[in-house]
């Protein structure tokens, strides 16, 4: 084990270019300001249900979520917001109403995590929710086709 600290600290004094950082993603704080943009941009409202001890949604942000958040084309198909089903964070609803995430996502019937909702700017479901991870070789397609499906009902 002592060896692979010495060959990872003789890396890093040899220069080599460090990990990229990830960019988080948007925690929902104010969904009624937050679909005011969306459906100035024409864009859908990708909330993620997360919970902080799921495995599958470090993966689902991570691989899919989070690259898609970097790329500045994806500014014009969607806009991602975070919902952690096991946190008091406040957060206020389509309606400004004051409530926490739990209770939001209580409201809305998500229990499972990971969870991708595609949402207006009223709230309403654009396309079918993606729930789990069950397919990782097809799901970065299957999160694509939601995404089109969405945009598709937003903006036909």
Known sequence: MSR????????????LPAAQAVPNLPPALDLRA???QARRA???????FS???CP?????EELYLQPMHAR????????IRVVRIDSQRTLYDFEGRR???AAWAGRHGVALTPTIKFLDS???ELAPALVGLSTREFYGGYLEEAIDRALGRLRG
Do not use: N
């Open 51 to 53: 919970a902080y001890s």
């Open 122 to 124: 009223a709230g309403r």
């Open 42 to 48: 024409r864009v859908p409202l990708l909330v993620f």
């Open 34 to 36: 937050d679909a005011e």
């Open 4 to 15: 692979l600290y010495a060959l990872l600290i003789l890396a890093l004094a040899a220069g």
């Open 99 to 101: 409530t926490d995430h």
């Open 56 to 60: 599958y949604c470090r993966e689902v």
């Open 72 to 79: 500045p084309a994806s500014a014009g198909r969607v806009m």
